[in-house]
């Protein structure tokens, strides 16, 4: 079973984790290189401490005689400093040596040398380490000066105590950085908990029925915005569709309940004696049974395009021969409406579904006709570029407003709710053909303005 975390807290745990990381590393690498430049300062310090003994031990040393008051001073300077020295002269006789001196207190010396190398360096060898070197005045050896020390490497109590600071100051540097990581989690976790728990709220409301709630929240990271953004538009799109249904729901109600009431009246009326069965009454029962069957017919049609069952038989056709053919079939019907039609249509070829294409084109036509009236004009241009073929249906009929725009290829949606007695259909000739267009890989877009009419363009690839 997986064990659910809170974003949030996962969001600072992270982050004390990354920082825990980064700070193990930086003191791993910092730790290595104090090491290794306090052992490169032991060493210069060491080589400066030889060389400053050794010249104050030659200027000791005058006219053939040794200031023995000064080499006392040098020799107790170096003792402290760690440096245990004696001096002889050249026929060997001993001038000065500090065990000598004390002895006592250069052991004592060297075990706190040795026990502050340790402490900084406990991988380093301590051994006492001497060398011997000759003392020259004026190029002439009149002495030798031997050397004693913790080596190679030592160090002293304030090479303890500044190892130690840098150490403490590491110390803090990282606690520092950790409690400013964990606020910064805190701070960024919050950031973008915020507004995901605002996401979550919405959707338990849609999941609820309330399409209305908006998430008016907003953050400064790219992806929560897009999400935001994403749940409003869902929100917005159910609701729409939420009242589509409605609409659908009304309307399919409205439509069977009025021919099957017709139909109902008539045959009562007949069956009572009230009525003859006459032709003409015959009739009107087989017409509303006739627009029963359309309605049948273009639901069960739009279900197959929503299932994803369409099947195109495609074949390399030339469009202006389909749009011309058409056009000369809604003759009767430009001539009964009054209504001018102009044809530009030149020749451009496309691979497609020669019927399916000609049920979009039929529809387009049909629908300008029902709404531009007599004395107005439909222009039909038929054009092609490198890639793609066209189709152009423009009219300078009542137009569509722009609240009804963006909903105009949506199922059982109609502009004008007054004309679907006469039409006979459901409202889905437009969501049909947009279904054929995108079948085809193409594109179908209209622009229209209300008493200017309306102009829809069909673009399908070669």
Known sequence: MITKVKLKNKLICIFIIFSISIISLVSIINRIYIEHNFNKYAENKMERSKEEIYEKITTTYKDGVWNINSINFAGYNALREGLLISIKEKDGNTIWDAREYNNIECETILAKIRYNTNKINPNSDTVNTIEEYEIKVNNEVVGTIKLEYIGPLFFDDSDVILYEMLNDILLILAIVFLVFSIILGIVVSSSLNKPILKVIEATKSISGGNYSKKILEESNIEEVNELITSVNKMAENIKHQENLRKIMTRDISHELRTPLTTIQAHLEAIMDGLWEPSHERLKSIHEEIQR???????????????????????????????????????????????????????????????????????????????????????????????????????????????????????????????????????????????????????????????????????????
Do not use: W
């Open 292 to 462: 029963l069957n359309r309605l049948i017919v273009s639901s069960d049609e739009l279900f197959k395009y929503d299932s994803g069952e369409m099947m195109l038989n495609k074949s390399e056709v030339d469009i202006s021969n389909i749009v011309y053919t058409i056009l000369i079939n809604f003759e009767k019907e430009f001539l009964d409406n009054k209504i001018k039609l102009e044809m530009n249509l030149n020749n451009c070829r496309a691979f497609v579904d020669k019927d399916k294409i000609s049920q979009v084109i039929i529809n387009i036509i049909s629908n300008s006709i029902k709404y531009t009236g007599p004395g107005k004009k439909i222009i039909v241009n038929c054009y092609e570029d490198e890639d793609r073929a066209f189709i152009s249906i423009k009219d300078n009929g009542i137009g569509i407003s722009e609240e009804n725009l963006e909903f105009i290829f949506e199922r059982f949606y109609r502009v004008d709710k007054s004309r679907n007695k006469d039409s006979g259909g459901l409202g889905v000739g437009l969501t049909i053909s947009k279904a054929i267009v995108e079948a085809h890989k193409g594109e179908i877009s209209v622009n229209s303005r209300v008493n200017e009419g309306s102009n829809f363009i069909v673009s399908l690839p070669k």
